[in-house]
């Protein structure tokens, strides 16, 4: 059974630097695109960053590029989201999720914020 849970949030103050973990089991993160999603209260679920476990192809929304990095271990089966010069409305319930790579793309799956598994999910609270 696929399995993944997500670790790493927690408080930090504006411009300061979290890493979320997103690690799987029952399934090989080279047949997988890996997902970071969130949700703040009130919004819709947004795709953060997405991950292709065989080759290591990327995808990041707008909002996020140049201050989180996406990456991965694939002998740990493990995505991490590095996420640097955090703001207030970073904050956000993120969730990882995973598909099979042969239906989907990194992109396809973070522009439509849906996945077929998903972890648990981790608290991000950016605040002075």
């Known amino acids: 059974q696929l399995r993944l849970v997500e670790s790493g949030g927690g408080m930090v103050q504006p411009g300061g630097s979290l890493r979320l973990s997103c690690t799987g089991s029952g399934f090989s993160l080279d047949h997988y695109v890996i997902g970071w999603f969130r949700q703040a209260p009130g919004k819709e679920r947004e795709g953060v960053s997405c991950i292709k476990g065989r080759d290591g192809t990327t995808y990041y929304t707008d909002s996020v590029k140049g201050r989180f990095t996406i990456s991965r271990d694939n002998a740990k089966n493990t995505v991490y989201l590095q996420m640097n010069s955090l703001r207030p409305e970073d904050t956000a319930v993120y969730y990882c999720?995973?598909?099979?790579?042969?239906?989907?793309?990194?992109?396809?799956?973070?522009?439509?914020?849906?996945?077929?598994?998903w972890g648990q999910g981790t608290q991000v609270t950016v605040s002075p």
């Open positions: 999720g995973a598909d099979h790579l042969y239906i989907t793309t990194v992109q396809a799956m973070c522009v439509k914020a849906d996945s077929d598994h």
